[in-house]
């Protein structure tokens, strides 16, 4: 990570999207890794074992292509996507800003992929280690958005290990609208039904930004559902004093400006499901502390991404091991034990 942090200035010259793309290059070019193997962090949700809880959120991979090597370095799952039925171009460009003096990033990129079936023949052939989700959405101009999703489902579920509703996302129009309760209840009747035995978990991911009845609303239709987890949260579309002067550009805010919303939010789930619903917590996660205190406010698993953009590939073994401590100072012996405790 110091050696990171001293190329990263060079690094930032370059344009955000095109950085981006260099560095999931050189993921493919180190080639899939080997997963890590359960340690003292090692915790099962859902049915599923992961090595450790702290997660690669969606958005750097894409397309599928290099799951395994976000895995190698140190990642106890990474989730892929999100992914549309049809490959779409996503928003024009410049669509992705460093906001640097923030430690934080804007992206409205739109659900830019490859497509399902892309990502699927690529899921298909790798080995199948370590814990791999798939983040999924729908096309910008579905005729049925519900529909896009189940689509989601039926194409992935025999490849990933979970499958995450995302329409949480502010970056294509209306998509949020599904976190209404007649829309959210006819989306999440709509996947249950596409549900076979032997299919993976569902989640749901949801936006920070949401009014203090929506948790209650949302936990009630996720459990009439059979959803297994709720992820908390995407990006922000509020804009919290920033020092950036890119800091008005439009779209999802992530990165250290979205630590204090993100982690108001996971308790409100916490307090609204009562433990009942796995969570998942994510948004301005950047150290051990911060994935800890996630934890203990009720996240069973936690996911970062922008995060890695300051810090490096070296911040996931980093987390992992500063969370171990942390675990061990607290007088916990597994991470369950410490979900919710605080």
Do not use: C
Not at 95 to 124: P, Q, S
Not at 271 to 282: D, E, M, N, Q, T
Not at 308 to 335: N, Q, W
């Amino acid at each position: 990570m110091n050696a990171y942090r001293l190329f990263s200035p060079l690094l930032f010259r370059i344009d955000a999207e095109r950085a981006h793309g260099l560095a999931v290059a050189g993921l493919r070019l180190m080639g899939a890794d080997r997963a890590p193997a359960p340690g003292p962090l090692a915790t099962t949700v859902a049915g599923l074992a992961f090595a450790n809880p702290l997660g690669m959120a969606p958005g750097f991979d894409k397309d599928a292509q290099v799951p395994d090597a976000l895995l190698g370095l140190g990642f106890g799952f990474a989730e892929v996507g999100t992914l549309t039925p049809r490959p779409q171009a996503g928003n024009p460009r410049p669509r992705l800003f460093r906001l640097t003096e923030d430690r934080a990033v804007i992206n409205r990129m739109g659900f830019n992929n490859g497509g399902l079936e892309a990502a699927f023949e690529r899921l298909r052939h790798r080995k199948r280690q370590g814990v791999v989700g798939v983040n999924v959405g729908a096309n910008k101009d579905a005729a049925d958005r519900i529909a896009d999703y189940v689509t989601g489902l039926t194409t992935m579920r025999s490849v990933a290990d979970y499958i995450t509703i995302n329409i949480s996302s502010p970056n294509t129009p209306g998509l949020r609208d599904l976190q209404g309760d007649k829309e959210l209840d006819d989306l999440l009747a709509a996947v249950a039904a596409a549900r076979s035995a032997g299919d993976p978990p569902v989640f749901l991911k949801v936006a920070p930004d949401l009014d203090a009845d929506a948790p209650a609303r949302i936990v009630d239709v996720v459990g009439k559902h059979g959803i297994d987890g709720i992820i908390v949260s995407n990006t922000t579309i509020s804009r919290p004093p920033l020092a950036s002067p890119q800091a008005g550009e439009s779209g999802g805010l992530s990165g250290a400006p979205l630590k204090d919303l993100a982690l108001e939010r996971l308790r409100d789930f916490r307090r609204a499901s009562k433990g009942a619903i796995p969570l998942i917590g994510v948004g301005g996660i950047a150290t051990a502390e911060d994935a800890w205190q996630r934890i203990r406010a009720g996240a069973s698993l936690v996911q970062l991404y922008s995060a890695m953009v300051y810090e490096g590939p070296g911040i996931a073994k980093a987390i992992v091991a500063g969370m171990e401590h942390l675990m061990r100072r607290d007088g916990f012996s597994t991470i369950a034990e410490a979900v919710g405790s605080e």
